[in-house]
């Protein structure tokens, strides 16, 4: 593993996103006769220097600083995995970026890492991903978690408060909140925010405050439904307790996936401005169909619409025929979901209900087909039983 790879991820001049989605992570190529990254599938790695060896560990149990010279074991890292954590770090504008085995397994990790510290405070505004208001609710890591409205965070910290946790835009509402002006309500307590749904190519929290982002990188960073993975991206320091983490509680990520979401990371510019452009139609269409009663798209865009219709939402779910009837997001096809039965099933009604996640609300992932043949399925779908029969 390059041992000056963090150092280069903040020497390396700023490109735009588009060019940074391409190259970072692979600036070393071409120098090495490579056009492809390559995929290191080994486990552990041959060392003739004991010595040398055991300073390394014990310099990384020190700091969680990456070992210099080449790599060690897998668990300590990978250097595929590597080339992803990099190039990630570069569009979300953030010194480093750990990943994991999934979304949930990031965010545990930080939830770990301040629980160490003896902060197992936690305050999170709702809705948030339906899992992790899960974890933080049922206290699974001992933490202890107060939820309030964004205005109300200053007010609800304490000593003991180790971390503030959003998700903006929200899942799966699509509600955002001010970023900039909850970093600064949180005062010394970091803030994450859950950048799944945004993408660094629509917002990028590390510039406006949150010192951590969270993705659940098995949607749009993969983009194709074939991988299961999540990154935090933060400062180098916060960096070196994640990796001490991973390293502990074995959440790596597989370098296949690491491969997988690297070559991801190409087309992410390309794939989220298109799916969005359809996005915006169709919430466009949905706003205006009296079958539907309320519509959910962000004023920054994306590809993620909610609607709430009028009619039986399962109903809808069971006659769409292009569109895929399925739990996650950030595929290049459109996929379909009931909140209140699947993502969000986990959290309390009268929680889900309360956060404006209501019985009758449909998820839509928008993707890259043709909007007129996604239109057309969706119109279909939303008839009622006696209408679509013929009978209305």
Same mark, same amino acid.
């Given at each position: 593993m390059d041992s000056a790879r963090t150092a280069t991820v903040s020497r390396t001049p700023l490109r735009a996103l588009a060019t940074e989605a391409v190259h970072a992570g692979r600036d070393d190529l071409a120098r090495q006769g490579l056009h492809a990254p390559p995929i290191d599938l080994s486990t552990t790695y041959p060392s003739y220097d004991s010595r040398g060896e055991a300073a390394?560990?014990?310099?990384?149990?020190?700091?969680?600083?990456?070992?210099?010279?080449?790599?060690?074991?897998?668990?300590?890292?990978?250097?595929?995995?590597?080339?992803?954590?990099?190039?990630?770090?570069?569009?979300?504008?953030?010194?480093?970026?750990?990943?994991?085995?999934?979304?949930?397994?990031?965010?545990?990790?930080?939830?770990l890492v301040r629980a160490s510290l003896g902060l197992r405070h936690v $305050?999170? %505004? *709702?809705?948030?991903?339906?899992?992790?208001?899960? #974890?933080?609710?049922?206290?699974l890591l001992g933490t202890e978690v107060t939820w309030t409205d964004p205005a109300g965070v200053a007010d609800a910290l304490r000593p003991d408060t180790g971390l503030v946790l959003v998700e903006s835009p929200a899942n799966p509402t699509l509600a955002e909140i001010d970023l900039r002006a909850l970093a600064h309500s949180c005062g010394s307590v970091p803030l994450l925010a859950d950048n799944t749904f945004a993408t660094p190519v629509l917002q990028r929290p590390a510039e406006h405050g949150a010192r951590l982002v969270l993705h659940s990188a098995t949607k749009y960073l993969g983009g194709h439904g074939d991988v299961m993975a999540g990154v935090v991206a933060c400062d180098e320091e916060f960096a070196g307790h994640l990796r001490q983490v991973r390293f502990a509680t074995g959440g790596v990520l597989h370098?296949?996936?690491?491969?997988?979401?690297?070559?991801?990371?190409?087309?992410?510019? $390309?794939? %989220? *401005?298109?799916?969005?452009?359809?996005?915006?139609? #169709?919430?466009?269409?949905?706003?205006a169909d009296p079958r539907v009663t309320r519509v959910h798209y962000p004023r920054i865009g994306g590809a993620m619409i909610a609607f709430e219709v009028d009619g039986d939402p399962h109903g809808v779910i069971e006659r769409v025929r292009l569109i895929t009837p399925a739990v996650s997001l950030g595929s290049v096809d459109t996929l379909i979901q009931h909140p209140a039965s699947i993502s969000h099933r986990i959290v309390d009604a009268e929680d889900r209900r309360g956060a404006g996640v209501s019985d009758r609300l449909l998820r839509l992932s928008v993707g890259l087909e043709d909007v007129e043949d996604l239109w057309t399925d969706l119109d279909t779908a939303l008839e009622c039983p006696v209408r679509a029969a013929g009978r209305y």
């Open positions: 390394r560990i014990d310099a990384f149990a020190a700091t969680g600083a990456e070992p210099d010279g080449p790599p060690v074991y897998a668990r300590l890292g990978n250097p595929t995995v590597a080339r992803f954590e990099t190039a990630l770090a570069r569009l979300e504008r953030t010194e480093a970026a750990v990943a994991f085995a999934s979304g949930m397994a990031a965010l545990t990790a930080v939830l $305050v999170a %505004v *709702r809705p948030l991903y339906g899992c992790s208001d899960h #974890l933080l609710t049922a206290g370098p296949l996936a690491g491969y997988l979401l690297l070559r991801g990371l190409a087309t992410l510019p $390309v794939r %989220v *401005r298109a799916a969005s452009a359809n996005a915006a139609e #169709l919430a466009h269409r949905l706003a």
